[in-house]
């Protein structure tokens, strides 16, 4: 088992966990601090499990629920505000890899008017989202067998986490995929402010693994922020980061975290401290009959 950041194979235990059923198991990287799950263990490694069971055990069948639809509309109009915010007026074709239903897309084509395409490995999501019109492919390396012309701009949003190699992706977007003056956006979850041990995520990123990440991939962070948003107005339950590609020079190798168990133990004395003290902030409500 090797470390989905540095590529060290030498680690130690950090936690175990229980998600839907799954016994968990996460490591930490003794040269570079990132926690992560044995892909040998972990079911969400096998490709297949995006396919069919992913949203089966997250959601009890495979069609779109009204809470996911809704988080993903709501996550949309944050993103798009973020760029709008930073003076991006036009993006002319856009990738979504993690596409699902393809809302995001929908969302960036009505601000922007661009062009649309997208990744989708989720069958019943893929043809939820073409029936819409929306040009989908089930994996990465489908759409670049189809020769696409680069993109201005590549978001991933709540997927780098389930990728088995989160900085080869990377790379490959940048290299085959990502137009030279375009835009990557990336949004994972916190692991100092999230619950993080799920089934589907195989690393657990904090400010400093996900910058590293990007620098061993060759993106230089224009933008990088915490938020909570849509479900949280105080705790920072997500990271969002907009970035350029830069040239070929080797980043080097990468640079260590240290202390992250004192700081996720830390961060989630105070996530349940807010909780309790600020509990309708700390958690913003759901659509209607929807729970956590």
């Known amino acids: 088992m090797t470390c989905l950041l540095c590529g060290s194979d030498h680690h130690h235990l950090f936690a175990k966990a229980e998600s839907f059923g799954y016994p968990l198991v996460y490591d930490q990287c003794e040269n570079c601090g990132l926690v992560f799950q044995s892909q040998a263990e972990s079911q969400a490694a096998d490709p297949e499990f995006y396919a069919t069971t992913y949203r089966r055990i997250y959601q009890a069948h495979e069609e779109p629920t009204a809470k996911d639809l809704w988080v993903q509309s709501q996550r949309a109009q944050h993103l798009i505000k973020i760029l709008e915010s930073l003076g991006v007026r036009e993006i002319h074709t856009m990738l979504d890899i993690g596409a699902s239903a393809g809302v995001l897309l929908q969302a960036f084509h009505q601000a922007f008017a661009c062009q649309m395409t997208g990744v989708e490995p989720g069958d019943a999501y893929r043809a939820f989202a073409e029936q819409k019109g929306i040009p989908m492919f089930p994996s990465v390396e489908a759409l670049i067998a189809a020769g696409p012309e680069r993109f201005d701009l590549v978001s991933l949003s709540h997927v780098l986490e389930h990728l088995p190699d989160p900085v080869g992706m990377l790379r490959q977007i940048r290299a085959e995929l990502l137009s030279e003056d375009g835009l990557l956006l990336l949004e994972v979850p916190n692991f100092y402010a999230h619950d993080s041990y799920e089934l589907a995520h195989l690393a657990c990123y904090t400010p400093h ?84």
Do not use: C
């Not at 948003?229 to 240290?258: F, H």
């Not at 168990?261 to 929807?290: C, D, I, T």
């Open 209 to 292: 693994t996900l910058r590293e990440a990007l620098r061993q991939a060759g993106y230089d962070p224009v933008h990088f922020e915490r938020h909570g948003v849509p479900r949280s107005g105080i705790l920072n339950l997500y990271l969002t980061v907009l970035a350029r590609p830069l040239g070929q020079a080797a980043p080097g190798s990468v640079r260590p975290e240290r202390n992250v168990s004192v700081k996720r133990n830390l961060a989630m004395l105070y996530r349940r401290l807010v909780q309790k003290l600020f509990p309708h902030r700390a958690w913003l409500a759901l659509p209607e009959g929807e729970d956590r």
